[in-house]
């Protein structure tokens, strides 16, 4: 029962360009979302995050949009750069069921130069 | 200054055999957790403590045990390792409980069982 969906396994991105990576959760009671960044052999590092009451969040170049109705959100990054290259995982939290922030499997980010 | 530290980084062993995996936190932060990232790469919870006290505990064989001696640390104690135990496991803490609040994670601890 995977209450948060990546369903991209990997995306590959020239520099420069905007990497957009998407997410999908099932729960409605879900009320805040987060965006995290892992290098190999490093733990998940906070890169993001939204509360449900805001449709966009930014922060240099990293943007996340959630759309509520759909029950979407997605980052984007512009512009890309090859540090960027990891995995990002998408994870959503709310504050039933003992405030568990469950996260998505994961999309691997290769920015080629 | 690592914010989030666990030992041993990478971990071999018999199955059979008992491991512990050690966690400490220097963030202040009342909230501890272990998360575990299996072969198809989900970060699951398994654990959470809030100032010593167990508050999340997902259905894990209770050949693991976490013990929390103060809020900085949180221990994973494992049992008659079996091969299906091998894992990357992630300790992790945040502020409080409750959304909006931002996890920090460890390195994580790579254990093998063979």
């Known amino acids: 029962d995977q209450q948060v969906k990546q369903n991209s396994p990997s995306l590959s991105v020239q520099e420069g360009r905007i990497s957009i990576l998407n997410c999908d959760y099932t729960?409605?009671?879900?009320?805040?979302f987060l965006w995290y960044k892992k290098y190999p052999a490093e733990g998940p590092t906070f890169l993001i995050s939204i509360s449900s009451i805001k449709d966009k969040n930014e922060d240099g170049r990293f943007t996340v949009f959630l759309n509520k109705s759909a029950k979407h959100l997605s980052l984007h990054i512009v512009p890309s750069q090859p540090g960027d290259s990891a995995v990002y995982f998408c994870a959503a939290s709310a504050n039933t069921g003992g405030f568990k922030t469950i996260f998505g499997a994961g999309t691997r980010l290769f920015v080629k130069a | 200054d690592t914010a989030v530290s666990q030992t041993p980084k990478y971990l071999v062993t018999q199955m059979g055999n008992d491991k512990s995996i050690k966690c400490e936190q220097n963030l202040g932060h009342d909230t501890m957790y272990w998360y575990k990232q299996d072969s198809k790469k989900f970060l699951k919870i398994m654990f959470s403590?809030?100032?010593?006290?167990?508050?999340i505990n997902e259905t894990v064989p209770n050949r693991f045990s976490p013990k929390s001696p103060d809020k900085a640390h949180l221990n994973l104690h494992i049992n008659s390792l079996e091969l299906g135990d091998s894992a990357v496991y992630f300790c992790?803490?945040?502020?409080?409980?409750?959304?909006?609040?931002?996890?920090?994670f460890g390195e994580g601890s790579w254990l093998t069982v063979v």
């Open positions: 729960n409605s009671m879900f009320d805040y």
């Open positions: 403590y809030n100032n010593k006290e167990l508050i």
């Open positions: 992790a803490s945040s502020l409080t409980t409750g959304t909006g609040n931002t996890i920090y």
